[in-house]
């Protein structure tokens, strides 16, 4: 099913015609397209222009872009360069120059010659090019590192490369048309450069051949490019020759009007933070192993397959894509099960080891061919595939398409919804395109490349790294662990929110898995860029200055060289941030982040204020708790009524648990009581508390001694995550000093909010009576292990260091008996004994199960 591209292709033309005499039926355009072919005849009439085609997702701009090429160029005998960023482009546009050879006029031509470059061994290679081709289909990066190539020969002399050849050829002849597919894309450094120059010591195509011709195709309307007008015009100087409007072409019947449909499986999967930096600012992609997670899901699975068969009436005839061979055998089988009949099948190429030999026994070797010949001719309704049908495969009249895992590649996302584009009069017998996400729960926000196409089809900028609120939400939660960590109460909470977001856009050089081979291409990418309100002033400062000095050209470039980038950022932050404003690896990625926008974009990224603020501002509920003296478990509830209120959701999108809502207000309290700064509360509300001494950061000397000799790990409940410092005083009011390690303690930040201001001591084992009831024991987080929770729940029982050892068996649920060994000395008799009953009512209420505690001096 997929056509070889490793060398030239030729087309003996006449031969052509002898064979297809009496067969070959031309394609005829549709009024859009003969209008834009009609404009571009008279737009071409002299040498040297360059203008763009806007066309939508699916209405032919590859067919019409060919079709007036062969008739107006190629049959001239003027050659074709076709630029793209992808590989799967350029074999769709080889494809349909192949399908359409014989749109030549009769007498024009007698051999073509057609060769498809890439990085790809799927592609023939950048020194197989020759001068006789007669269209050059090439990546844009494969194209940049033939045209700068600087390798010298023996005798160190610079090397022409084939591809010189062949423009220096054609430049003879002033006949070479160049086009480049999705141009929106151009005005990055690489491609740019490539085809106009304007950077230090770049000469571009044009620039050399001036007489050549550009032609851009692009689905993205100019009307709403603001972010391009920089380069774009300059590239594409002699503007738009004809644009269609989308809406005009659904209500013309061409294209089908897409109806997306987000469908929530309500099952729940988990991405770690480090495989989540990975996808959002490296790959862009889900990790296989989190892909191999979702395919192997019966449960997942099972709900798709049903989901169809309920709906079948509605979808008919259906396009699933999937991720896995096996996840299209367990789709299959289920689909036909429930319809009672043979109405799905499958194809799919690669098979890794696997022990369903039956199933694959049963497929013989065309049988990828069979199904999907069944499925054109309808005595199939759905077809499940593995990336098979995302090119090259007409099947119009498909209503439906099934997106069964959420996708980052925006590559991918277009393919698989343009399979079910055709409107009625492009012989596909609808008018509304059914597009069907299948969307999981996630325990982190991850803005899939679906999402930006919600509501039009238009190409769209991948948006790159966190969505404006998650960022503030990892960003604010960051900043509060290293205050209290630090011990660090200066600021109040609401000023360790940032105030706002650039909206910054840029290239950057984009690796995807195609067929098991890296293929590498520049993207567009969308970031937000925090600013916190002592930096704004200053940023907008740094912005105006670099747009009116034109600051080092390194930010132009799609490849950024990391280290010379962070080099740079730290002398701009030199140059332009007070001394208070201490440099960090976080300040130096924003300056970079924006800097690039700036060097490629040439326009200021717009900024979007955080409106929503105010409501994270807790300096009034703080001093509310502080003077009405709360007891614990009365300070709780009076939370939860906060971050539970309806109109506070703002919280529980910034805190996704309680018990880091509770941290903020423990913290804002602290600040309070000791004099820290709030911007929107005067800090003297309450003149007759009396103060705490404000501390100064625990010097790193001390820390290190402190987590070393507690073993590197929380006293009071073994965690060895999100280790914090903490001050042992019984008065609050007592200035310490803060470089004797015996003064502190390690602990979690769990048990640092549960000791609060007392003055537990979880370096000593003697025991007295309990200094803290039971039931004000702080509740365990819904992911806590048990045996963390209950090592917790006993040591502040007795308010010091008392378990030593604890046994749960978390998986004989009621059954279980949970051994607890404390330390000689805990008089179980006269302590723990008398309450033994509610310490186990209070663990089976936090949803631990067991039967029994056994308690035992050890």
């Not at 197989?128 to 390798?151: E, F, K, P, R, V």
């Not at 993205?220 to 603001?226: F, W």
């Not at 600040?671 to 950061?697: C, H, I, M, W, Y």
């Not at 790193?700 to 790990?713: I, L």
């Amino acid at each position: 099913m997929t056509t070889q591209y490793k060398t030239e292709y030729k087309i003996d033309l006449t031969h052509e015609r002898k064979v297809r005499q009496g067969n070959y039926i031309s394609r005829l355009p549709f009024p859009h397209q003969n209008n834009a072919m009609n404009l571009m005849r008279d737009f071409y009439k002299a040498s040297g222009k360059r203008g763009i085609l806007v066309l939508p997702t699916g209405s032919g701009k590859t067919f019409t872009a060919v079709l007036w090429l062969l008739k107006n160029a190629i049959a001239k005998n003027v050659k074709v360069l076709w630029l793209a960023d992808q590989g799967f482009l350029l074999e769709q546009a080889f494809d349909t120059f192949k399908k359409n050879c014989l749109e030549i006029p009769e007498n024009k031509r007698e051999i073509l010659q057609m060769r498809l470059v890439s990085g790809s061994t799927r592609h023939a290679n950048g020194n197989s090019i020759s001068i006789h081709d007669d269209i050059l289909l090439m990546t844009a990066q494969t194209a940049i590192g033939y045209w700068d190539s600087n390798n010298l020969d023996d005798n160190g002399k610079k090397i022409i490369t084939p591809f010189h050849k062949f423009l220096e050829h054609a430049g003879k002849n002033e006949s070479l048309f160049i086009v480049y597919d999705e141009a929106h894309h151009t005005p990055a450094f690489g491609r740019r450069n490539l085809l106009i120059g304007g950077s230090k010591e770049k000469t571009g195509i044009l620039e050399k051949y001036p007489n050549f011709n550009l032609l851009g195709l692009t689905a993205t309307p100019t009307y709403t490019n603001v972010n391009q007008r920089g380069w774009l015009w300059e590239i594409f100087k002699d503007g738009v020759i004809f644009e269609a409007r989308k809406k005009d072409l659904e209500d013309a019947g061409i294209l089908a009007m897409p109806n997306f449909k987000s469908e929530k499986t309500q099952f729940n999967f988990e991405i770690s933070d480090s495989d989540i930096e990975k996808m959002l600012i490296k790959h862009q992609e889900l990790p296989q192993h989190i892909i191999d997670e979702l395919a192997k899901n019966e449960g997942r699975n099972e709900y798709i397959a049903k989901y169809y068969v309920d709906n079948l009436s509605i979808f008919g005839k259906t396009i699933i894509f999937v991720d896995r061979w096996y996840q299209c055998r367990t789709i299959e089988n289920k689909i036909n099960r429930e319809a009672g009949k043979v109405i799905a099948a499958s194809i799919f190429s690669y098979v890794e080891n696997s022990r369903s030999i039956d199933y694959l026994n049963s497929r013989i070797s065309n049988q990828n061919d069979i199904n999907l010949e069944k499925f054109r001719n309808g005595e199939i309704q759905v077809l499940l595939n593995v990336r098979m049908l995302t090119e090259g495969v007409d099947v119009p009249d498909v209503k439906t398409v099934f997106i069964t895992r959420e996708t980052n590649s925006k590559i991918l996302f277009t393919q698989m919804i343009g399979r079910a584009l055709r409107g009625k009069k492009a012989g596909g017998e609808k008018d509304i395109a059914n597009i069907v996400f299948f969307v999981d729960n996630w325990n982190r926000h991850i803005q899939f490349a679906g999402s930006n196409f919600v509501g039009g089809l238009e190409d769209k900028k991948i948006e790159r790294g966190y969505r404006p609120y998650e960022l503030i939400r990892i960003d604010l939660i960051d900043r509060l662990n290293f205050a209290i960590e630090n011990q660090n109460y200066e600021y109040s909470f609401i000023e360790l929110v940032a105030s706002g977001w650039y909206v910054v856009t840029y290239n950057d050089v984009h690796i995807e898995e195609v067929e098991g081979q890296e293929e590498k291409s520049s993207e567009t990418f969308t970031e937000n860029v925090l600013v916190y309100e002592n930096e704004k002033e200053i940023f907008e400062i740094f912005i105006g200055d670099f747009l009116e000095q034109n600051k080092d050209y390194i930010w132009e470039k799609e490849e950024l060289d990391k280290s010379e980038a962070y080099k740079i950022a730290k002398e701009f932050i030199e140059e332009y941030f007070p001394s208070s404003i201490v440099s960090s690896e976080s300040l130096e990625m924003r300056i970079i982040q924006i800097a690039r926008h700036l060097g490629q974009n040439r326009i200021k990224p717009e900024f979007f204020n955080f409106e929503q603020k105010k409501d994270l501002d807790f300096r009034s509920h703080a001093i509310s708790i502080v003077e009405r003296d709360l007891r614990r478990s009365e300070e709780e509830e009076y939370l939860k009524n906060i971050y539970y209120s309806e109109d506070k959701s703002l919280l529980r999108v910034v805190f996704h648990e309680f018990e880091k809502f509770q941290d903020a207000f423990e913290y804002e309290i602290k600040v309070f009581k000791r004099g820290g700064k709030n911007s929107n509360t005067d800090t003297t509300a309450n003149p007759g508390f009396q103060k705490e001494f404000p501390k100064r950061l625990v010097p790193e000397e001390v820390r290190r001694r402190v987590f070393s000799r507690d073993g590197y790990k929380c006293l009071c409940c073994g965690k060895t995550k999100n280790l914090q410092i903490d001050h042992v005083v019984a008065n609050k009011y007592e200035e310490p000093n803060d470089d004797n390690p015996e003064l502190y303690q390690t602990l979690c930040g769990t048990c640092n909010r549960e000791k609060a201001a007392n003055g537990f001591n979880y370096k000593h084992t003697k025991f007295d009576e309990s200094k803290i009831a039971v039931r004000d024991v702080l509740k365990a987080s819904k992911s806590e292990e048990p045996i963390y929770y209950v090592t917790r729940l006993i040591n502040c029982y007795y308010t010091t260091s008392a378990v030593h050892k604890t046994m749960v068996d978390a998986k004989n649920q009621g059954n279980s008996v949970w051994k607890i060994g404390v330390k000689l000395g805990a008089n179980i008799n006269n302590n723990m004994a008398k309450d033994i009953n509610a310490l186990i009512d209070i663990i089976r209420n936090k949803g631990y199960k067991l039967k029994n505690i056994e308690v035992t001096e050890v």
